[in-house]
C-alpha cells in the first residue's frame, strides 16, 4: 500500500528477512475483481500450495496430507476449492494418472490485464461482503 510518508517500523529487531526457501502470493489477487470469486476453502488451498510450491510454482502435495497439515480442510472441500481453482484459472493441476485424486500443482502467474471471470454457478462474495470488505 504506498503512502506519502514511510511507515515506522514498529519492532526493528524483527524485521522480516526474505529466507532461501521464499514463498510469495501476487498482490494482483488481492484485487476485488479475483478476490471477490474466491471461497474461503479456495483461499486457503491457494495459500497453502503457494507456501508448498518451488520457484516455478510446483508442488506435488497429496490430498490427505494437506488435509493433516490444515485440518480445517476436508477432503471433499479441497477437491472443490481444488476444481475452483483450476477453472479460476489460478492453479492447473494434472493427476498422476487417468484416476489418482493426487498429482502435480501449478501456481500460475496472473495475467495483469485478463479481467477474470466467474466459473459457472458462481457469482463472487454476496454484496454484503463486498461493501465490508470496502471498509
Partial sequence: MPTKKPLPVLVPERLRKPPRSFAWIDHRLRSPERLAMLDPP??????????AADKDG?????????????????????WKARDGLVELDLVAFKPWSASAPDGVYQVLSIEPNAAPQPPQGKIGLPPLARSLERK
Avoid at 479456495?42 to 507456501?51: K, W
Avoid at 480442510?73 to 479441497?78: H, T
Fill in 42 to 51: 479456495e483461499i486457503g488451498l491457494y495459500l497453502f500450495l503457494a507456501l
Fill in 58 to 78: 510446483l508442488s506435488c502435495w497429496r490430498l490427505d496430507r494437506i488435509e493433516r497439515e490444515a485440518p480445517c480442510f476436508d477432503r471433499r472441500s479441497l
